[in-house]
């Protein structure tokens, strides 16, 4: 009897928790609204995506867009509240309720929509290249077989890396872990999103480094929100598609230093048409 008071207990208490998960997801529009601000996970490490400047502010492609969310949403940009988080980190951020939205280069993939929904996609992305001295002879991902190859835990294709290509990940928190092990002939190449290393090819310290493997597909990327959330989504889509048609996201490309991409001109265009 003791068993079975004691599973009750625990049967209810899930269903509270499911309930009242349900409701905060329900009401996250209205609960942002109420509190005056948006609290969106990004990155503070990886240019030109969302990164730290000179001044010590997160700047970047995506928090550019995440305040203009903001603005669309509460009025203004600045009633944003940047939360920086990491690959491994943002789902849980945003699942466990410490942010609103996640606008942190998150790839779509039918592995993550299981566990979230996404906004719609903004970007179509180089998927993952491999940065490696530029003495390093490889250069096919078949080459990299049983070799250590620096990684980011929660990068999306690591699965790909270990069982695929059969790299032996060693697999950093951050990125500047995963730059110094390399620099210090800890693995032989860095795999990461090609946009974030031909980024850093531009930086005097890595002037002996090269593109050592070319990527293999290119991935749509787009924000993260909790699942079952419809009017927050729908809300955040129609900023994503405003922004779209007044040709921000093709002026946050130039803003940032990145070469523009057909994929955002054309999205620019059909939300100019649908506008009209």
Partial sequence: MTGFKTMMGVSAVALAAFFAGSAAVAGTLENVKARGKLVVGVKNDYVPYGYLNDKGDIVGFEVSLAKYVAKELLGSEDKIELVPVVASNRIEFLTAGRIDAIFATLGVTAERAKVIDFTTEYVSAAGPSVLAAKEATVSKWEELKGKSVCGIQGSYYNKKMTEEFGINLVAFKTQPEAYRALKDNRCIGFVFDDMTLQQKLKEPDWANYKIAVAPYEFQPMAG?????????????DKAIAKAEAEG???????????????????RAKAAVAKKN
């Fill in 224 to 236: 993260g929100l909790r699942k079952g959330d419809t009017e927050f989504r729908e809300a955040v």
């Fill in 248 to 266: 921000k996201l093709i002026a946050w490309e130039t803003e940032f230093g990145m070469p523009h991409s057909d994929y955002i001109a054309a």
